[in-house]
């Protein structure tokens, strides 16, 4: 089945006992056994499972091309997930430019527990000087955040395979409409479903999933389970519903997004434009290998200094000032500030999610702005 079919279809069941065609949120957090002591539901507690889950799960699975995924409460508590599950002492490496909540993570609750380097995972010469015997996983994230940077995955999993390793790449920027990592090798997708999955900017949510059901993966289960970090009912219902109109929404997104770089690129007060679907981004010939579109996320440098850049986005009328992505309604934000003083992203970049409002009134709006 195409991509459209499986993200309407993969996650619904007509509902047995109403016959109702949306599956309805089933809240209750306990199930009843049968005479026989067996839980005829399938489902014990919802913390295990829970019918709304089992939906979820199934239809990212089915999008990633995966076997099996785990949904959490947050991008966040997946990403914690997966090192949760690696035996203390594993050495992780992980892109310099890693989305900085979850370096934030490492850093700050993992330090200790296990090791990590941040390198510039696209240096293969770098990436194999930091591979030590402990190195149990890489971590990758493309198109990076915010400079939308590529890494060519299929290197990176070769390299990874030589030497024994994992490798988890972040796709949340790309979705899976755009990238699939686990065709090109990577072992577990993760995705903060906060984004473009939930596409509305109500939820949030988080997942990974697998190529394969191997003992890490099981590991991964139990974290779910047993830490907890799960999504409500409601969330996941939520989730299933936007997915529906995922593919749809991502074009839209790829469209205007494209014709948006295109519109800045060739703009006197912007001096570059970040996109991978444009030819002069440094790695628009790996992106075109392994994407099948470019995405709705992308980021410009305002010629000019901090100060003019705030100006910009203060003189925006459509673009709305705030952080995150993925939803219908156009983003912009001032990224050196939300990452903090250690930020190595430059002070007169602008990160925007490109939303689905008409592509004519995103450019005026930023037309007036820039003038
Ligand atoms: C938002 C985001 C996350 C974290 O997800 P939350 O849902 O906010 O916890 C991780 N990676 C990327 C690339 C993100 O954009």
Redesign the pocket.
């Known amino acids: 089945m195409k991509t459209e079919t499986i993200a309407i279809h993969a996650g619904n069941h007509t509902d047995e006992s109403s016959r109702a065609v949306i599956q309805p949120i089933i809240l209750s957090t306990t199930f009843e056994r049968g005479l026989d002591g067996d839980f005829p539901g399938g489902h014990i507690y919802s913390r295990s499972s829970n019918p709304n889950r089992a939906s979820l799960e199934s239809v990212l699975a089915r999008l990633e091309g995966g076997v099996d995924a785990a949904s959490f409460s ?4 997946a ?1 914690m997930a997966v090192f949760q599950s690696l035996p203390p002492g594993t050495h992780i490496i992980a892109p310099d430019d890693m ?1 900085h ?2 370096r934030n993570q490492l850093k700050n609750l993992f330090a200790g527990i296990l090791t990590f380097d941040f390198i510039d995972v696209n240096d293969v010469d770098t990436l194999q000087q930091h591979i030590k015997p402990e190195t149990g996983l890489i971590w990758i ?1 493309t198109p990076s ?1 915010p400079l939308l940077k590529i890494t060519d995955i299929k290197t990176v999993v070769t390299i990874a395979k030589t030497n024994g390793i994992k490798v988890v790449c ?1 796709n ?2 790309a979705t899976p409409i755009c990238q699939q990592p686990l065709s090109l090798g990577a072992d577990v997708v993760m995705h ?4 473009y999955f939930g596409g509305h900017s109500d939820l ?3 997942a990974l999933i697998t190529a394969e059901k191997t003992d890490w993966w099981l590991k991964i289960r139990q974290v779910q389970e047993m830490g907890g970090a799960i999504p409500s009912p409601m969330d996941c219902y939520m989730l299933v519903r936007s997915i529906k109109t995922l593919p749809y929404r991502v074009k839209g997104h790829v469209h205007n997004a494209q014709l948006l770089a295109e519109y800045l690129d060739q703009h006197p007060a912007v001096e570059r434009v970040m996109y991978p679907g444009l030819t002069s981004h440094p790695q628009h010939g790996i992106a075109k290998q392994q994407m099948l579109a470019f995405g709705g996320m992308l980021s410009f440098i305002v010629k000019g200094n901090e100060e003019d850049t705030h100006n910009v986005i203060n003189k925006l009328q459509l673009f709305t000032r705030a952080t ?2 993925g939803g219908l309604e156009s983003l912009i934000e001032h990224r050196a500030t939300v990452e903090g003083p250690d930020t190595r992203t430059p002070r007169n970049l602008l990160r925007v999610s490109v939303g689905l409002e008409h592509i004519e009134d995103l450019i005026a709006d930023l037309k007036q702005a820039l003038s």
């Open positions: 947050s991008g966040n508590a990403g989305y909540g979850l994230e955040n972040d949340t920027f903060s479903a906060t984004k949030m949510g988080g995150s992505l």
